[in-house]
């Protein structure tokens, strides 16, 4: 699964890549359109018709991938929510074909991270224009993520918002969701990092991260890059509601350090928890549990981005992106 420099994705260099399209039906609102708006960006930029694979509740996409990079697919475009994009990225990571996402959904970590919000103009732009970087990602036990996985608070939010809230509201209605948690009893954790011996916290939440922008593109942890080898973990200790407010304004702010937050780093992090905790992957929840573990795997995706330079935050020229892509999506509709 790691990559490594020698390496370069099969598009680089080729101005017509073959593609395909792995969207989840239920976050488009007209398919058809989508498809028609897709298909003609892609052809004015001189690339072939992409081949297009819808989700089930059965696949959320990782099947669908891995039938595209069989297919011969050199770009694949996630069109989704977080769970559409954390299964293409565990279906790419470890291959040359590269992942672009197109974010259709009210809460994608990915897309925040890269500046895309739910812009189809500007996540087509940064396909097209094909800045790539070869990202790491962090691995749990058959699943990637690219942006973070965590156990505790921060998965007990995504757990009490609503869909409904959140195709009204946006990103705004986690904030309503955290309030419903934010005087929980905390969790008694071990946190083991490569094997070392544990440290015991008692902890809101646990977050294992490989960048560090939330939703709203709050910076959780500044230091956290994408292709550094290394996974920032981030234990939230807040046991009051100053204590969450006080955190909350340094994020705003960002000067110095964050109170209630201490940030480790490891290749391999083991959690524990005294009882069963939600737990989340990129965004996107999975099954309960009272541990979680990853692992580093260096340089595994290849990630179309605004700007291909070795910057820590992926979304540099992410808005003159969107405003060239305005212009691609109008003239795909024929604007």
Not at 30 to 54: I, K, S
Not at 155 to 180: C, F, H, N, V
């Amino acid at each position: 699964m790691d990559g490594g420099d020698e390496k370069r994705p099969v598009t680089a260099d080729n101005p017509a890549p073959r593609s395909a399209v792995v969207v989840n039906p239920t976050k488009v609102t007209d398919l058809d359109d989508f498809r028609r708006t897709v298909n003609g960006a892609l052809d004015a930029a001189g690339w072939p018709e992409p081949v297009w694979f819808e989700t089930t509740m059965e696949d959320p996409g990782r099947g669908q991938t891995e039938t595209a990079v069989k297919a011969g697919a050199e770009v694949v475009f996630a069109c989704g929510g977080d769970g559409t994009v954390m299964a293409c990225v565990t279906a790419l990571a470890g291959t040359d074909v590269a992942l672009a996402v197109l974010p259709q959904g009210t809460g994608n970590l990915l897309a925040a991270n890269l500046g895309l919000s739910n812009d189809l103009g500007a996540g087509l732009q940064v396909a097209i224009e094909r800045g790539m970087r070869r990202l790491d990602v962090g691995a749990v036990g058959d699943r990637c993520f690219a942006v973070m996985a965590g156990m505790g608070f921060d998965a007990q939010m995504l757990d009490a918002t609503s869909e409904t809230t959140k195709k009204r509201i946006g990103w705004p209605a986690y904030l309503m969701g955290a309030a419903r948690h934010l005087r929980d009893r905390p969790m008694r954790v071990s946190i083991r990092l490569d094997g070392r011996p544990p440290l015991r916290r008692r902890a809101r939440s646990v977050l294992i991260a490989n960048v560090g922008r939330l939703q709203g593109g709050v910076r959780l942890l500044t230091d956290a890059e994408p292709d550094d080898g290394w996974l920032d973990v981030a234990v939230l200790t807040p046991r009051t509601l100053g204590h969450w407010l006080a955190m909350a304004w340094a994020l705003v702010r960002r000067r110095g350090s964050v109170p209630r937050m201490e940030v480790l780093r490891a290749r391999r992090v083991e959690i524990t928890s005294n009882r069963a905790q939600p737990r989340q992957l990129d965004g996107d929840l999975v099954e309960p549990g009272r541990s979680l573990k990853a692992e580093i795997r260096p340089e595994s995706l290849w990630l179309c981005v605004p700007r291909p330079e070795r910057d820590p935050d992926l979304s540099v020229d992410a808005d003159a992106a969107a405003e060239r892509g305005e212009r691609l999506v109008e003239q795909a509709r024929g604007e």
